[in-house]
T-cell receptor, first 110, second 109 residues
Framework: NAGVTQTPKFQVLKTGQSMTLQCAQD?????MYWYRQDPGMGLRLIYY???????DKGEVPNGYNVSRLNKREFSLRLESAAPSQTSVYFC?????????FGQGTRLTVV | GIQVEQSPPDLILQEGANSTLRCNFS?????LQWFHQNPWGQLINLFY???GTKQNGRLSATTVATERYSLLYISSSQTTDSGVYFC???????????FGTGTRLKVLA
């Protein structure tokens, strides 16, 4: 049982490049989330998907897009990366009983 | 939206000491969870506790939803308890989990 799997684990981008962070869960959860964590800070919600086919903005959605591809997969896209998007990105899924997190993607934009 | 505040922001303990971490939230919530982020950055579920009290070994948690706070108790602390403790709160209608800024715990041998 893998839980929540994120790819890649590490990524370096140049300013202006685009990329997609992938997330998949095998717990049959309806809700999925993308968070970012900056050094010394808590997690801030970027986007979430309450169920397959729906997505909503969180606290810090600017500069990001998401796709809920199916019940298992929820991707996060940076169309034109900026240094301010350097962060650790976490994907999570939840159902009644709490949320479970992936291992994180450390993204550096230079 | 929901506001989540945690205290204290930093805590240093000697091994074997006990501690209480607090989480206050601004609105009624249906979901309240405690996490431990270890030094490698991994987020580990501790408790899903929208109300009541739960215990797991040396850790226990209590949420009083009507008074909008939750407490995490760590007894007989060990160096492996070091890291950052987060609470996250949400309402089932929106499915949004909002995190507090965390309590950074260091346990000294």
């Amino acid at each position: 049982n893998a839980g929540v799997t994120q790819t890649p684990k590490f990524q370096v981008l140049k300013t202006g490049q685009s990329m997609t962070l992938q997330c998949a869960q095998d717990m049959n959860h309806n809700s999925m989330y993308w968070y970012r964590q900056d050094p010394g800070m808590g997690l801030r919600l970027i986007y979430y998907s309450a169920s397959e086919g729906t997505t909503d903005k969180g606290e810090v959605p600017n500069g990001y897009n998401v796709s809920r591809l199916n019940k298992r997969e929820f991707s996060l896209r940076l169309e034109s990366a900026a240094p301010s998007q350097t962060s650790v990105y976490f994907c999570a899924s939840s159902e009644q009983g709490g949320a479970f997190f992936g291992q994180g993607t450390r993204l550096t934009v230079v | 939206g929901i506001q989540v505040e945690q205290s204290p922001p930093d805590l240093i303990l000697q091994e074997g000491a006990n501690s209480t971490l607090r989480c206050n939230f601004s609105d009624s919530v249906n979901n309240l969870q405690w996490f431990h982020q270890n030094p490698w950055g991994q987020l580990i579920n501790l408790f899903y506790i929208p109300s009541g009290t739960k215990q797991n070994g040396r850790l226990s948690a209590t949420t009083v939803a009507t008074e909008r706070y939750s407490l995490l108790y760590i007894s007989s602390s060990q160096t492996t308890d070091s890291g950052v403790y987060f609470c996250a709160a949400g309402t089932s209608g929106t499915y949004k989990y909002i995190f507090g800024t965390g309590t950074r715990l260091k346990v000294l041998a």
